[in-house]
């Protein structure tokens, strides 16, 4: 449609921020790949610009344009429509359906770690299909977020929690690798008060939008709407403590799936550093924190950035006292999900994320915070520096660790 | 959403309560809620993208014409000359004190752009300069650093990296040279290591701060470097020498070369602007606003000229926003913050009346000495900022009307005076409201 | 010694010379500005089907059914075969439809009646009123291109073309008329061309020609503005089926598309000026065919001079026909020497020069037949170089290339080759570097606006703001011009690109023109126009049809 590009000025300032066009020139950049190819292919001039896919997804584009055009969007065109016209190829398909090897994995984790550790076995997926050997795999837990959750007794048997309800959306990380960073949200929420419902779901189907795969994603989208529409019209708050899921729910839902009642459901989203903040905003968030001591950088994941909140995780961990967060604010980590385990797309991964490792070798913390699995993985790969999910900080310093033992 | 969400007794929803809400995050903006926490006031800061800051010179215009000549509606003549310099040596204070020194004629600490006392900059002793991609000396006031242009008539090398896009030396030269063969300026290129085609300027820039890269380009330099120019003379780059780390790079260049080292302003995209808007970025957070970008301002509430609420809309989804004053920030046209409607223009937030100048929107000269009357298209305000009838509103920077800042060469200058005394009169009103500030 | 002079670089100029040359006439073009410097380049770029004659001038109808496709046929590198629609919206006369379709049969233009959910699914932005549609082979034109075809083909035979050299006079023995006197009007300089014969297809100016020697010549000159959208709102031409009128045509052309037109008379061929009257007029009635017109980006408006042969001035100009004459002013006047064409459209351009050129060649003893319906005016792109250009730049954008410089692809594509010419310089509109160079050192000494023309450098979405620079600096590069050039190059380029986009400003475009303006201003400080000099003095040519 004409709108899509008609207000873009080509002043330059998307191409400004792209994290992408600062180590690879050979990348069209926003400006060109988005608003300025949308016009030519709508001339029926030109269809597609190489190397397009080098493109991150990370959305700053869309979050500095002072024009209200999403050229990341855009980018995605022809990716959409060859993908709708030849299906995934087949390591797409691997990367983006983890999720179905999850509750296999969970229950061998040690099998499947170790083949996926193998540096044979990888040399090999890297030689046959393109997934690249040096990154290593994220490694699954030996149980699965919800088989503890539904596991363990509720704390509100006996009373109702004073603050009520809320939904808690985990995704795949949470659900088959860290399921420890769902025991903290959920400790943590129970502590404040809320009671923790955990309704049906499935992967939000980020891994597939960003793979050019909208109809499957879409199919993971109608699920997980499905099964979340009844509390959103309660007005129930649903939480997610994975920003790639949060920002999908909140926005891809809506405008890039178009998903009847993705606008009820998003509403009521939060992501959980947000979510947690506004209750304390709103006075409902207990502060009876221990005090800390420690340093601790940083790193907003992009898809957070995208959803316009400011810096939640790091306001929230200052409430502790002796906690001194800041935010690195030294650009995408450069995983982008799957994109950093693709062959050849590995190398501009790692340079995109070299000012990211660069600042956080700098900042010489023993750890560091980060909401996104992936770039808490990238963290460590690139820095070497352990990262944790800014929940996991708020669970120890309200000694929750310690009522555990 | 405001109501109480049924199921959860006491949690409200999507709802923020700063003190001041700075609509906007531009220039003006920022500047507004660096003034606002000064007074001490908790300061929200929302904006739709990032934008003309970064499109800009990264230094701060004053005025580059007589001051007689600017008409009655001209904001410097609602808040008076010395309320506008008040503002700009606030201003300057506070980018020193976030580590990005902005300085009339350069720094006077023997730094490498060390041109003299201030403001001996550019042409007869009257304003800084900095020099343009085509070799033009443009007028301004508060240099960013490293962009100071030597006093006219000294010796100058423009250096060049071949394969960077928008920048040849010689046109910089030809430009500076102004038609006399005699003048003392020279050129000379090199190529990058790896000789790339098609370098981007900000690719550039982040490269160079790597020492190992650096080093190597230095030394390429130091090759062609014109044996006979010495301490007194000025090598100019084109403006990549960096990023945040700006400083370093450049005073690396100099020490290494024995020259002054000054950059060139190059189209979009261009570094400088960056370098100022992520200071000035870093600069607010320092001071502990609240800032979200990515959620453009789409409704308002007023009552009986009382603003209660605006809601931003983003990916993130909607904010209520429930302040007790407001700073209306969002820019003009090219900002975004005035949008037209077929043929008319309109302010979309709160619909304040907007001032179109009588006559034809354009000159029918591309670069008219008096500017064009659609630059000058803007909301009308009193000498508090506030437009009619409304009692917590104040608007400042691009969204007003009466001037044209690029004829005007006064740019800079009305968005951080515009912008300190909007935050200071929203911080007043907090104050005064009785709200303790924080 | 030669034969014949044409004056007037249009396509009937350019038709003409390339047909004298087909017959082996030794001829010369001489023209005022640059190539198309006046009304082809300055009108929607319809070629038509002749449906919108077919009514009121079924004569003219019929010329252009059969000029159509010869034109088609002849120069495929500078049509876009898109297609043509008439709808009829709710408020249109029925009875019209009626007569209008029998009209096109009659005059052997096909017309096929389009079911309206096929038009909604084909044609999403028209307006819900429309009751009727019928399809018929319009085409969009370049005009820039067909006569850069028409030229190159006729310099292949032989032909010399002189661009920037104004007719100041004609040179007189008596009541013979033996030559022209040529200004060039870069330089000053003067110079005389002797020949046996001269045509005048001056276009608009065809009266001026003709006074000098002073024969009466009534070219009424008609300003129609044309308004260019940022994006391509149709995929076809669409007419509005009634009564011919303002803003009833819509011509996608390349990435823009085209809203037209008015029609004004004026005492002067050169007023060239867009009244805001009627900017808005079109506005509006362009916004009942497709109702996005009323709020879509307008990138910029332009007015062309259209040239009317009547005998009656004033009145309506819509009544005069748009039909052509050819005037022997031997047999007509007596002065030996001259003749002129006048009137007529662009679609029919090589009918009206092959109709000059029989007289022509009566009067020069020449028997050679026409043969410019049957040959195509370039020889086929050829495969090397093509295949190259799909090497270098991919085969969208080699298509592209190839239709921009029909007559010099091999050239284009080694420019193209070399290092650095896979560059974009121009990136709304993707145009490499290779282009710029293979081109400008066709040209000798070319002005920005030279090398726009002929290859869309800043005629895209911002319109010189950030390319024109780039272009320069390129210029300067590779030795074309001289560093010192540069602000005075882009002072011109830049003026003649805010002509235009100050024309249709209002709306979305402000944006863009502010940005524009700053960037010039403020982080270039460029320098205004020299005073005294106009934008014409300096760049030197159109500005339309873009």
Redesign the interface.
Known sequence: M?NE?????????C???CPV???A?EFPGP??GG??LA??R???????L?NLDLCLGC?TC???????IRPAELIAVPKIARVSRKGLRLREWILTHTSLVGPLAVRMPGLTNGVLANRPIRWTMQKVIGIDAHKPMPKYANYSFRSWFERRPSPWKDRPA?????VYFHGCSVQFMEPHIGRHVVEVLEHNG?EVVLPRQKCCGLPLIANGDLTSAAGNGRYNLQHLRE?AE????IVVSSTSCS?TL??DYQ?LLGLDGADVV??????LS?FLM??Y??G?LRTDFQPMHERLPYHQPCHQ???????PAV?LMNLIPGVESW?L?AGCCGSAGTYGFKQEKYEVSMKVGE?MRDALIAAGAPRAVSDCETCRWQMEYQAGVKAVHPITVLWEAYGLGDAAK | MTERAAGTPRFRGRVRRPQVLVIGGGLAGMTAALAARRAGASVAVVAEGAGVLELASGCIDRLAVPLDSLPREHPYRLLGMSVVDEELAAFQRVMEEAGWPLVPGGPVDGGATDVGPAGAGCVDGGPACVITALGARRPTYLVAPGMAAPPPGDPIWVAGFRGLRDFHPAVVAAGLRGGDPSAPVTWGEIDLPGSPEDVHPVALARQLEDEDYRREVIERVRQIRPRELGEGATALFPAVLGLTGARAVQDAFAGALGMRVSEILLPPPSVPGLRLAEALRRAVHRAGADVAIGARAVEATVEDGRVRRVVTAGPGGRITYEADAYVLATGGLLGNGLTTEGRSVREPLFGLPVTVPEGELADARFLPEEGHAFVRIGVTVDGRLRPPGFSNLFVCGRTLAGYDPYAEGCGGGVAVATGGVAGAEAARLVAGAGGETR | MLQAIVIGGGATGAGILRDLALRGVKAALVEQGDLVHGTSSRYHGLLHSGGRYAVKDPESARECAVENEIVRRIAPFAVEPCGGLFVRLEQDDPSYAERWVAACREAGIPVEEVDLDRLRREEPLLAESVREAYAVPDASVDGWRLVQGNVAAAEALGARVLTYRKVVGLLMDGSRVTGVRLRNVATGEEECLEAELVINAAGAWAGQIAAMASVPLNVVADRGVLLVYHGRLTSRVVNRLRKPGNGDIFVPTGSVTLLGTTATPVPDPDDISVPQEEVDELMRLGAEMLPMAATARILRAFAGVRPLFGSRSGGNTREISRGFVVIDHAAEHGVQGLISVAGGKLTTYRLMAEKVVDVAAAHLGVTAPCRTAEEPILPPPDPAAIQRLIHLVGRDRAQAVADRHPASLPEIAGAIDQPGGRQIVCECEQVTAGELIGTARQLGSPSLGDLRRRTRLGMGTCQGGFCGYRAALLLVREGIIEAEQVPSMLAGFQAERWRGVRGGLGGMELRAAELNYALARAQLAMEPLPAGKTVEMIELGGAGND
């Open positions: 004409i590009y008609d207000a873009c000025l080509k002043c330059t300032v191409e400004m921020h066009l600062r180590v020139p400006k060109n608003p300025g016009r030519l709508a001339a029926g001039e030109v269809a597609e190489d959305r869309d979050t500095v344009c002072p024009s209200g004073p603050n009520g309800k809320v809320f509390w309660q007005g129930i708050p920002l909140k926005h405008h998003a509403e009521h989203v939060y992501d947000e506004t209750c905003e709103q409902l950035r995208a959803q316009g909140l400011g810096l306001d935010n604010d000012a």
